[in-house]
């Protein structure tokens, strides 16, 4: 009988399961898992291998550009080699060609082993019962219908449904994304279409059993696991090209197609003209040349790189460099709650003492917090008040009713070793002044009741000889040496009390008093906050007893708080035209109160969550997503699916998250973010960029260094396309005006665009940023590099920068100097003004001169080694260049700050007109 879905087996009840596994409470043969396993396979993920090293090297040269600068060397080898002469200008090109080539491949070349960290989580050996008897056996051998055992410290090798437990807690935050254990129970039999988040009677692979024991039977292995699903949609999900990586596709095809037709234009007219067809073809070489930027990918690395080490130095770690510049065009965020927005953290922050409220102030695991009281209207027939030993007595029940350690580190932080929830309840005590090591020295526990999922409760009976711990209760607790203590969901210790203690001391409880109590909790909860119920009992014999007739001592509320700095990162956001969500696994309640609390949502706001997503078909998500801005109970293919909605809406999207569930989201996403001290490693090779701290407020640092690094891309983007585009109509219009010879060889065509463009280019992405870089819109998605003016300020620049090297030309070859070496002279100089100009859109009078000093040093050592190129007679010779007169230099310098003048009025003039504009 084949093994039934795995989506099943949690509807059955457990006797109904292990029949549709076909299997017994004996377990399988060994002759029916060799069957099983050749029909399922080995328990193992089956991985994609991704691309291979030389894919990822060919692929480079599937650029547009590098591809024509090739068919540019090629032409220019074989033209030289038809004159004899060597191809120096061929083997210039190669070379860049090849340099280029080698960035991509280094940047590329690690980005396909998201997959591979799945493999570590397989379990080596497991308790397995094969043939009536238990035995230890490799994960890989496991299959549906084995009978495993599993306990404490284990991590479980495949999916199956619980049979029996005693006190099974199972952290589920490599699959669920949420760290708090989650208490499993056998006998549930629970709807078909029940989430994973909620599947109480079943275990996963890849999660941890962090309490009790149980045993359960194998359901699905493999890919047909949860995580297996996981990792078929990691195999499968997009990867998403970066904006900066789109733009620079669309730069390189619009740079070669206007290259194409421009040269088609230029040959064509000068044939007509007469010119030679040889020189028109050194011509078309130098121009297909000139308009490649063959610096500018080497000059967008670097941009990157040091983009990525000031990125380091604000927390967030770079793993694809292109993420840096798509970090700044992010449109959404979309973030975990659990430790990105929220400490991680359980902190109590609201106690519940008679008929007064106390609220506990402190952040995480610091003992350190005052606590206020205020009255409460009491309930029906109370007596006012709240009694200090009472509430010292509260504090005392949580830490003794509880396990969890809260201690000091060899550094001076303080650590909870332990479920978080009760952890909370050592700290808030500390700050009272209890320690919870002393006080369980005193105090021992000589009978327990574990915590139980399904009873909601833990009970304690601990030794009071003398009766300390119980005076606050007065006459009721005379003589009693055994106090029962119990906490727990505050409707069930609520059913087990008839007493309780008001302002006048112990009082029977009465309904409408137990009401009251309730109301009380309930609004709690409606806060987000996680509410434990805390009674006692004196003279309580044992638990065979029964739990009835105890007295409530309180109420006691937690909260993983918020960050401190969140509220103010997402208000930048907003500002800056970034709408962040928050996705999480966790109750609705909680997430609309953390959204609150940090400003991304209001008391009105719609939670949606992942059942109602379930029911929504692709187009419908698309218009949920566009409003919505918490999506709580999510599971991990409804994540994915949001990303995705998110996409089909034009948005560039950036996801954070830190477990196994989040891989795939964060690899469809535009710009994955992994979290670097919670996040598995399957999360972090899925991730562009890792979070060393796991907090959100560095993300919104990080988008705002993308956007400068944008900025800056965009700044020398301009500065080098203006004075390509004006080297192109320089060489171009030499044979329409019926000049003989090409002004620029190839070779010193390469020189600019490397050396002359390059140096002040670098220099330009060490321009630093200003205040309005989180104060306007993110880049529209999709939207050109060219966008907001860019294009026509290259093609505005290039027209005046060319004319006036054209009207030089004319002039020097009429007066019969060297016209091509003062050309390639002035082409040089004049760049460097433009890169002072380029700096910034404010006339260069009102930018600080030295805020950028590199920019400086570029300008002068690149002017420099162009005369170098001039007067040192071997250089001379390799750049066919010569010496220039110092008549002949200066009118070089001349005609290049004319350039410079014209680039500072028209900022004057744009400046005149906004501001103009402003006034109408």
């Not at 009536?132 to 490799?138: E, I, M, S, V, Y």
């Not at 549930?188 to 149980?214: D, H, I, K, S, Y």
Request: with cysteine; proline share 5%; glycine share 10%.
């Amino acid at each position: 009988m084949a093994a039934a879905e795995p989506t099943c087996c949690h509807s059955l009840a457990t006797e109904a399961a292990l029949t549709a596994l076909d299997s017994n409470q004996a377990g399988l043969t060994a002759d029916e898992a060799r069957e099983r396993q050749g029909r399922h396979g080995p328990n193992r993920l089956q991985l994609s291998a991704g691309r291979s090293s030389w894919m990822i090297l060919v692929d480079q040269f599937s650029n547009v550009m590098l591809l024509m600068l090739l068919a540019v060397a090629a032409v220019s080898g074989a033209t030289a080699l038809h004159q004899q002469a060597f191809p120096k200008d061929a083997i210039a090109i190669l070379v860049i060609v090849l340099l280029n080539a080698l960035l991509g491949y280094l940047q590329e070349s690690k980005a396909q082993q998201a997959l591979l960290a799945l493999r570590n989580l397989a379990q080596p050996l497991v308790q397995v019962r094969r043939d009536g008897l238990w035995q230890r056996l490799a994960s890989e051998q496991l299959v549906p219908g084995d009978l495993i055992r599993i306990e404490a410290g284990d991590r479980i090798a495949a999916d199956a449904r619980l049979l029996e437990v005693a006190d099974l807690g199972v952290q589920e935050s490599a699959l669920t994304g949420e760290a708090a254990a989650v208490f499993k129970q056998a006998e549930l039999a629970l709807e078909p279409g029940t989430p994973v988040l909620e599947r109480l009677n079943c275990v996963f692979q890849g999660t941890e059993v962090v309490r009790g024991r149980g045993v359960a039977v194998v359901s699905a292995t493999g890919m047909h696991t949860e995580l297996g699903q996981i990792a078929a949609m990691l195999n499968t999900a997009g990867g998403e090209s970066t904006p900066l990586q789109e733009r620079l596709d669309g730069l390189a095809k619009a740079l070669v197609g206007g290259a194409l037709g421009l040269v088609a234009v230029v040959v064509l007219l000068g044939w007509l003209l007469g010119q030679p067809l040889l020189n028109l073809l050194e011509v078309s070489l130098s121009m297909a040349v000139a308009i490649v930027p063959e610096g500018l990918p080497a000059v967008i690395t670097v941009t990157l790189a040091i983009g990525t080490q000031r990125m380091v130095r604000r927390a967030a770690l770079i793993r694809r460099l292109p993420a840096v510049e798509g970090l700044g065009s992010v449109t959404v965020i979309c973030s975990d709650k659990t430790g990105t927005l929220t400490q991680n953290r359980q902190v109590v922050q609201q106690l519940r003492v008679g008929t007064h409220g106390v609220e506990v102030s402190g952040q995480g695991y610091e003992p350190e917090g005052q606590f206020r009281s205020h009255a409460l209207p009491p309930p029906p027939g109370a007596q006012p008040g709240c009694s200090a030993a009472v509430q010292t007595l509260l504090l005392q029940a949580g830490v003794l009713c509880s396990d969890a350690e809260h201690r000091q580190q060899a550094d001076g932080g303080w650590e909870v070793l332990g479920d978080p929830t009760e952890g909370a309840l050592s700290v808030v005590a500390l700050k009272a002044g209890i320690d919870d090591f002393e006080l369980r020295s005193h105090y021992r526990r000589s009978a327990e009741i574990p915590f139980s999922a399904e009873e909601q409760l833990m009970a304690v009976w601990i030794d009071d000889p003398r009766g300390t711990l119980q005076a606050p209760l007065g006459s009721s607790a005379a003589g009693s040496t055994r106090l029962l203590i119990s906490k727990g969901a505050p409707e069930v210790i609520l059913s087990l009390c008839d007493h309780w203690v008001d302002g006048a001391g112990v009082v029977a409880m009465s309904p409408e008093q137990r009401q009251w109590w309730l109301e009380q909790a309930l609004e709690l909860a409606a806060a987000g906050l996680r509410v434990l119920a805390f009674a006692c009992a004196p003279h309580h014999p044992s638990p065979g007893q029964g739990l009835q007739g105890q007295m409530l001592l309180g109420l006691m509320a937690q909260l993983d708080p918020a960050r401190p700095e969140v509220a103010a990162a997402v208000a930048t956001c907003r500002q800056a035209g970034i709408r962040p969500l928050m996705i999480t696994g966790d109750h609705p309640l909680t997430a609309r109160a953390i959204g609150m609390a940090i400003g991304m949502a209001d008391a009105d706001s719609e939670v949606l969550i992942g059942r109602e997503l379930e029911a929504l078909d692709a187009a419908q998500l698309q218009q949920v997503v566009s409003r919505c801005n918490l999506f709580a109970r999510v599971a991990p293919e409804q994540k994915l699916r949001i990303v995705k909605a998110l996409q089909a809406n034009g948005e560039v999207v950036a996801m954070t998250g830190d477990g196994v569930n989040d891989a795939p989201a964060l690899k469809q996403a535009h710009i994955g973010v992994a979290m670097g001290i919670t996040g598995t490693d399957v999360s972090k090779e899925a991730a562009d960029v890792v979070l060393l701290d796991d907090n959100f407020a560095t993300i919104v640092k990080a988008v705002a260094e993308g956007r400068l690094v944008y900025t800056n891309i965009r700044r020398f983007v301009k500065y080098i396309l203006g004075s390509n585009v004006g080297e192109l109509i320089t060489i171009g219009s030499a044979p329409l005006l019926g000049l003989v010879g090409v002004p620029l060889t190839p070779l010193q065509i390469l020189w600019m665009n490397l050396v002359t463009d390059g140096l002040p280019a670098l220099a330009l992405a060490l321009e630093p940023g200003d205040d309005s870089l989180m104060q306007r819109a993110p880049a529209q998605p999709g939207e050109s590099i060219f966008a907001r003016g860019l294009g026509a300020y290259i093609l505005r620049i290039g027209v005046v920068f060319a004319s006036l090297v054209i009207l030089m030309m004319l002039l020097a070859n009429r007066a019969g100097a060297p016209w091509p070496t003062m050309v390639f002279t002035t082409l040089c100089l004049a760049q460097m003004g433009h890169a002072l100009s380029a700096r910034s859109d404010k006339p260069l009078l009102q930018v600080p001169a030295f805020s950028n000093p590199w920019l400086l040093v570029a300008v002068s050592c690149t002017s420099g080694l162009q005369l170098l190129l001039l007067y040192v007679p071997p250089l001379a010779r390799f750049f066919g260049t010569t010496a220039l007169s110092a008549h002949d230099l200066l009118i070089c310098v001349g005609f290049s700050l004319l350039l410079f003048l014209y680039l500072e009025l028209d900022k004057l003039y744009g400046l005149w007109r906004r501001r103009s504009g402003a006034d109408c």
